[in-house]
Protein backbone atom coordinates (compact mmCIF):
# COMPACT_ATOMS: atom_id res chain seq x y z
CA UNK A 1 0.00 0.00 0.00
CA UNK A 2 2.65 2.43 0.94
CA UNK A 3 4.50 1.84 -2.27
CA UNK A 4 1.53 2.48 -4.29
CA UNK A 5 1.13 5.81 -2.61
CA UNK A 6 4.70 6.77 -3.04
CA UNK A 7 4.60 6.05 -7.15
CA UNK A 8 1.12 7.85 -6.98
CA UNK A 9 2.93 10.60 -5.38
CA UNK A 10 5.32 10.48 -8.19
CA UNK A 11 2.92 10.83 -10.87
CA UNK A 12 0.91 13.81 -8.93
CA UNK A 13 3.65 16.46 -10.30
CA UNK A 14 4.09 15.10 -13.96
CA UNK A 15 0.16 15.45 -13.75
CA UNK A 16 0.58 19.15 -14.01
CA UNK A 17 3.45 18.97 -16.79
CA UNK A 18 0.93 17.32 -18.34
CA UNK A 19 -1.66 19.67 -18.00
CA UNK A 20 0.70 22.19 -19.46
CA UNK A 21 1.61 20.03 -22.76
CA UNK A 22 -2.09 19.17 -23.17
CA UNK A 23 -2.84 23.39 -22.94
CA UNK A 24 0.11 24.14 -25.36
CA UNK A 25 -1.41 21.60 -27.74
CA UNK A 26 -5.51 22.65 -27.57
CA UNK A 27 -3.62 26.15 -27.71
CA UNK A 28 -1.94 25.50 -31.52
CA UNK A 29 -5.22 24.34 -32.74
CA UNK A 30 -7.40 27.67 -31.18
CA UNK A 31 -4.70 29.77 -33.24
CA UNK A 32 -4.96 27.50 -36.10
CA UNK A 33 -8.89 27.46 -36.16
CA UNK A 34 -8.56 31.67 -35.37
CA UNK A 35 -9.23 31.82 -31.93
CA UNK A 36 -6.50 33.84 -30.17
CA UNK A 37 -8.05 34.85 -27.47
CA UNK A 38 -9.11 31.52 -26.29
CA UNK A 39 -5.09 30.25 -27.67
CA UNK A 40 -3.81 32.85 -25.54
CA UNK A 41 -5.95 32.13 -22.11
CA UNK A 42 -4.65 28.41 -22.67
CA UNK A 43 -1.32 29.24 -22.68
CA UNK A 44 -1.68 31.48 -19.37
CA UNK A 45 -3.38 28.17 -17.76
CA UNK A 46 0.00 26.58 -18.90
CA UNK A 47 2.00 29.03 -17.01
CA UNK A 48 -0.23 28.04 -14.26
CA UNK A 49 0.65 24.55 -14.53
CA UNK A 50 4.31 24.74 -15.46
CA UNK A 51 4.66 27.22 -11.99
CA UNK A 52 2.71 24.37 -10.09
CA UNK A 53 4.37 21.46 -11.18
CA UNK A 54 7.97 22.37 -10.28
CA UNK A 55 6.62 23.18 -6.68
CA UNK A 56 4.90 20.53 -6.13
CA UNK A 57 7.28 18.53 -6.78
CA UNK A 58 9.85 20.19 -4.48
CA UNK A 59 7.28 19.97 -1.59
CA UNK A 60 6.54 16.17 -1.74
CA UNK A 61 10.50 15.60 -2.63
CA UNK A 62 9.79 13.78 -5.53
CA UNK A 63 11.70 15.72 -8.14
CA UNK A 64 13.59 13.60 -10.56
CA UNK A 65 15.85 13.59 -14.09
CA UNK A 66 11.98 12.31 -15.52
CA UNK A 67 10.50 15.24 -14.87
CA UNK A 68 12.91 17.45 -15.58
CA UNK A 69 12.84 16.15 -18.69
CA UNK A 70 9.27 16.07 -19.61
CA UNK A 71 8.69 19.50 -17.98
CA UNK A 72 11.41 20.46 -20.89
CA UNK A 73 9.25 18.94 -23.60
CA UNK A 74 6.07 20.54 -22.05
CA UNK A 75 8.00 24.13 -21.92
CA UNK A 76 8.85 23.47 -25.85
CA UNK A 77 5.33 23.30 -26.63
CA UNK A 78 3.50 25.59 -24.69
CA UNK A 79 6.06 28.35 -24.75
CA UNK A 80 8.11 28.04 -28.08
CA UNK A 81 5.84 26.30 -30.63
CA UNK A 82 2.41 27.37 -29.31
CA UNK A 83 3.10 31.03 -29.14
CA UNK A 84 4.93 31.16 -32.55
CA UNK A 85 2.22 29.37 -34.10
CA UNK A 86 -0.08 31.86 -32.37
CA UNK A 87 1.87 34.86 -33.31
CA UNK A 88 2.34 33.54 -36.77
CA UNK A 89 -1.42 32.73 -37.52
CA UNK A 90 -2.16 36.70 -35.68
CA UNK A 91 0.96 38.80 -37.12
CA UNK A 92 3.56 37.22 -39.45
CA UNK A 93 1.96 35.35 -41.74
CA UNK A 94 1.59 38.40 -44.16
CA UNK A 95 5.38 38.65 -44.43
CA UNK A 96 5.98 35.47 -46.20
CA UNK A 97 9.10 34.10 -45.84
CA UNK A 98 10.67 36.39 -43.23
CA UNK A 99 7.29 36.20 -40.89
CA UNK A 100 8.26 32.14 -40.89
CA UNK A 101 12.13 32.87 -40.18
CA UNK A 102 10.95 34.74 -37.39
CA UNK A 103 8.86 32.18 -35.94
CA UNK A 104 11.49 29.40 -36.74
CA UNK A 105 13.88 31.29 -35.05
CA UNK A 106 11.74 32.54 -31.74
CA UNK A 107 11.16 28.12 -31.33
CA UNK A 108 15.08 26.89 -32.03
CA UNK A 109 15.69 30.05 -29.53
CA UNK A 110 13.18 28.62 -27.18
CA UNK A 111 14.85 24.73 -27.71
CA UNK A 112 18.01 26.32 -27.26
CA UNK A 113 17.46 28.04 -23.92
CA UNK A 114 15.74 24.90 -22.52
CA UNK A 115 18.38 23.07 -23.04
CA UNK A 116 20.75 25.33 -21.64
CA UNK A 117 18.80 25.28 -18.66
CA UNK A 118 18.64 21.67 -18.25
CA UNK A 119 22.22 21.39 -18.65
CA UNK A 120 22.61 23.91 -15.79
CA UNK A 121 20.13 22.71 -13.37
CA UNK A 122 21.94 19.28 -12.92
CA UNK A 123 23.87 20.91 -10.07
CA UNK A 124 20.96 20.65 -7.86
CA UNK A 125 21.68 24.34 -7.24
CA UNK A 126 18.40 26.97 -6.60
CA UNK A 127 19.91 30.04 -8.23
CA UNK A 128 18.70 33.60 -7.39
CA UNK A 129 18.66 34.31 -11.64
CA UNK A 130 18.78 33.06 -14.69
CA UNK A 131 20.41 33.15 -17.25
CA UNK A 132 19.08 34.79 -20.11
CA UNK A 133 15.22 35.57 -20.72
CA UNK A 134 12.96 32.16 -19.24
CA UNK A 135 10.72 30.55 -22.09
CA UNK A 136 7.75 31.02 -19.61
CA UNK A 137 8.34 35.12 -19.90
CA UNK A 138 9.17 35.25 -23.16
CA UNK A 139 5.92 33.63 -24.14
CA UNK A 140 4.14 35.29 -21.67
CA UNK A 141 4.88 38.21 -23.03
CA UNK A 142 3.44 37.68 -26.32
CA UNK A 143 0.39 35.88 -24.90
CA UNK A 144 -0.66 39.29 -22.84
CA UNK A 145 -0.01 41.08 -25.77
CA UNK A 146 -2.69 38.88 -27.96
CA UNK A 147 -5.25 39.18 -24.97
CA UNK A 148 -4.86 42.97 -25.00
CA UNK A 149 -5.30 43.17 -28.86
CA UNK A 150 -8.08 41.24 -28.83
CA UNK A 151 -9.77 43.55 -27.04
CA UNK A 152 -8.73 46.05 -28.68
CA UNK A 153 -10.76 44.54 -32.10
CA UNK A 154 -12.99 42.64 -30.57
CA UNK A 155 -16.95 43.35 -31.68
CA UNK A 156 -19.20 45.04 -28.65
CA UNK A 157 -20.11 42.52 -26.14
CA UNK A 158 -17.70 40.59 -26.99
CA UNK A 159 -15.09 41.77 -24.88
CA UNK A 160 -17.32 40.52 -21.22
CA UNK A 161 -16.79 44.14 -19.91
CA UNK A 162 -13.20 43.74 -18.99
CA UNK A 163 -11.76 46.90 -17.98
CA UNK A 164 -8.72 48.08 -20.07
CA UNK A 165 -6.17 51.05 -19.25
CA UNK A 166 -6.47 53.24 -22.12
CA UNK A 167 -3.47 54.76 -23.21
CA UNK A 168 -2.10 50.99 -23.31
CA UNK A 169 -4.79 50.31 -25.82
CA UNK A 170 -4.40 53.48 -27.56
CA UNK A 171 -1.17 51.94 -28.29
CA UNK A 172 -1.58 48.53 -29.08
CA UNK A 173 -1.67 48.96 -32.93
CA UNK A 174 1.58 50.49 -32.37
CA UNK A 175 2.91 47.39 -30.67
CA UNK A 176 1.17 45.24 -33.35
CA UNK A 177 3.44 46.88 -35.72
CA UNK A 178 6.83 45.62 -33.59
CA UNK A 179 5.55 42.31 -32.55
CA UNK A 180 7.95 40.86 -35.56
CA UNK A 181 10.92 43.07 -33.83
CA UNK A 182 10.06 41.91 -30.32
CA UNK A 183 9.70 38.38 -30.99
CA UNK A 184 13.44 38.72 -33.01
CA UNK A 185 14.50 40.47 -29.17
CA UNK A 186 13.08 38.32 -27.48
CA UNK A 187 14.74 35.16 -28.96
CA UNK A 188 18.05 36.67 -29.08
CA UNK A 189 17.30 37.25 -24.86
CA UNK A 190 16.28 33.72 -24.47
CA UNK A 191 20.19 32.45 -25.67
CA UNK A 192 21.98 35.42 -24.37
CA UNK A 193 23.61 35.90 -20.84
CA UNK A 194 21.70 38.71 -19.89
CA UNK A 195 20.86 37.71 -16.06
CA UNK A 196 17.29 37.65 -14.98
CA UNK A 197 15.43 37.41 -11.44
CA UNK A 198 14.14 33.84 -10.88
CA UNK A 199 11.86 34.53 -7.23
CA UNK A 200 12.40 31.11 -5.99
CA UNK A 201 14.67 32.21 -2.99
CA UNK A 202 12.24 34.46 -2.31
CA UNK A 203 11.16 34.10 1.54
CA UNK A 204 8.74 36.42 3.14
CA UNK A 205 11.04 36.20 6.81
CA UNK A 206 13.16 38.59 5.58
CA UNK A 207 13.20 42.48 5.85
CA UNK A 208 11.45 44.43 3.60
CA UNK A 209 9.01 41.48 2.68
CA UNK A 210 5.79 42.94 4.36
CA UNK A 211 6.40 46.06 1.96
CA UNK A 212 6.57 43.40 -0.56
CA UNK A 213 3.43 41.57 0.15
CA UNK A 214 1.42 44.99 -0.04
CA UNK A 215 3.28 45.34 -3.33
CA UNK A 216 2.30 41.87 -4.51
CA UNK A 217 -1.56 42.52 -2.98
CA UNK A 218 -1.92 45.95 -5.08
CA UNK A 219 -0.48 43.51 -7.87
CA UNK A 220 -3.25 41.23 -7.77
CA UNK A 221 -5.87 43.86 -7.35
CA UNK A 222 -4.67 45.73 -10.94
CA UNK A 223 -4.86 42.40 -12.32
CA UNK A 224 -8.60 41.41 -10.94
CA UNK A 225 -9.41 44.71 -12.17
CA UNK A 226 -7.43 45.25 -15.64
CA UNK A 227 -6.14 41.61 -16.29
CA UNK A 228 -5.05 41.66 -19.98
CA UNK A 229 -3.50 44.94 -19.88
CA UNK A 230 -1.98 44.40 -16.01
CA UNK A 231 -0.26 41.03 -17.23
CA UNK A 232 0.62 42.41 -20.46
CA UNK A 233 2.69 45.38 -18.58
CA UNK A 234 4.35 43.13 -15.60
CA UNK A 235 5.65 40.76 -18.49
CA UNK A 236 7.08 43.39 -20.28
CA UNK A 237 8.37 45.36 -17.22
CA UNK A 238 10.18 41.63 -16.58
CA UNK A 239 11.60 41.28 -20.21
CA UNK A 240 12.90 45.05 -20.01
CA UNK A 241 14.44 44.44 -16.36
CA UNK A 242 16.92 42.57 -17.53
CA UNK A 243 18.17 44.91 -20.15
CA UNK A 244 18.35 47.80 -18.24
CA UNK A 245 20.22 45.81 -15.12
CA UNK A 246 22.42 44.31 -18.20
CA UNK A 247 23.15 48.08 -19.42
CA UNK A 248 23.82 49.44 -15.98
CA UNK A 249 26.03 46.64 -15.44
CA UNK A 250 28.11 47.38 -18.19
CA UNK A 251 27.96 51.27 -17.48
CA UNK A 252 28.67 51.00 -14.09
CA UNK A 253 31.91 48.89 -15.25
CA UNK A 254 32.76 51.71 -17.83
CA UNK A 255 32.63 54.29 -15.28
CA UNK A 256 34.75 52.36 -12.97
CA UNK A 257 37.17 51.81 -15.85
CA UNK A 258 37.33 55.53 -16.50
CA UNK A 259 37.56 56.70 -12.66
CA UNK A 260 40.83 54.35 -12.55
CA UNK A 261 41.88 56.40 -15.90
CA UNK A 262 41.63 59.69 -14.25
CA UNK A 263 43.75 58.34 -11.45
CA UNK A 264 46.35 56.97 -13.14
CA UNK A 265 47.08 60.02 -15.13
CA UNK A 266 46.79 62.62 -12.21
Not at 97 to 110: E, H
Not at 160 to 170: A, Q, R
Not at 231 to 245: D, E, P, R, T, V
Request: charged share 15%.
Amino acid sequence: MKEKLKKGIYIFPSLFTCGNMACGFLSMLASIEGNFTKAAWLLILSIAFDMLDGRVARMTKTTSEFGVQLDSLSDLVSFGLAPAVMMYQLVLNSMDKIGVAIAVLFVLCSALRLAKFNVTAKDGVVHSSFIGLPTPASAGLLISFVLSYELLIAEPGQALNFKTIPLLMKNMPVFFKLMPVVMVVLSLLMVSTVPYASFKKFKFAKPKAFQLLVLIIILIALIIVFPQNIIFILFLLYALSGIANFILKYWNIIKRLSARKEKEIQ
